[in-house]
């Protein structure tokens, strides 16, 4: 939770990540409240905000479901074209050991993004060409046999 006192009314600020602290989304509540002291959260979603004045204030947010991927898919990257840095998002069933890497187009592997084992679920790495030249660029998903490829302008 962040506080932000630079107003007159106190904005409180409350980050939830549903991904392993890989990405948060942010929630900002408005309140005439004195300063937060304390804070809860219960398996329901509901938020408990305790504060030096005695009040207890209760905000609820929709917990989101994570879709879970039915397939191996490498989505088209974007923006796309991209100048300087780009998001290159795929998808895992299950548990595998899986590679991402860009290559130029006369095949040459540049960069590897990803080598390792992933458990299931959806990914999204950023990749930055700033040190290379404007062109088209692949970027290669690998799992087990399988290769899925994709244009990067």
């Known amino acids: 939770m962040i506080n932000d006192n630079s107003a007159k009314e106190i ?22 409240l004195l300063s937060p002291i304390s804070f809860y959260a219960d398996d329901d979603g509901n938020y408990f905000i305790g504060t030096q004045a005695g009040g207890l204030y209760k905000a609820t947010i929709p917990t989101k479901k994570a879709e879970l991927p039915a397939h191996n898919r490498l989505l088209q990257n974007y923006p796309n074209p991209f100048n ?20 130029n187009i006369l095949g040459q592997e540049l960069e590897i993004l990803k080598n390792e084992t992933l458990p299931l679920g959806n990914y999204k790495l950023s990749w930055n060409s700033m040190n290379l030249a404007s062109g088209v660029y692949l970027s290669k998903y690998k799992r087990r046999n399988l290769w899925k490829q994709r244009k990067r302008y």
Do not use: C, M, W
């Not at 795929?90 to 595998?96: D, G, V």
């Open 84 to 103: 300087g840095q780009t998001y290159i998002e795929f998808s895992l069933p299950k548990q595998a050991q899986g590679k991402v890497a860009v290559f």
């Open 11 to 32: 904005n409180l600020y409350l980050l939830i990540s549903s991904y392993s602290g890989k990405s948060f989304d942010r929630y900002r509540f408005n309140s005439h």
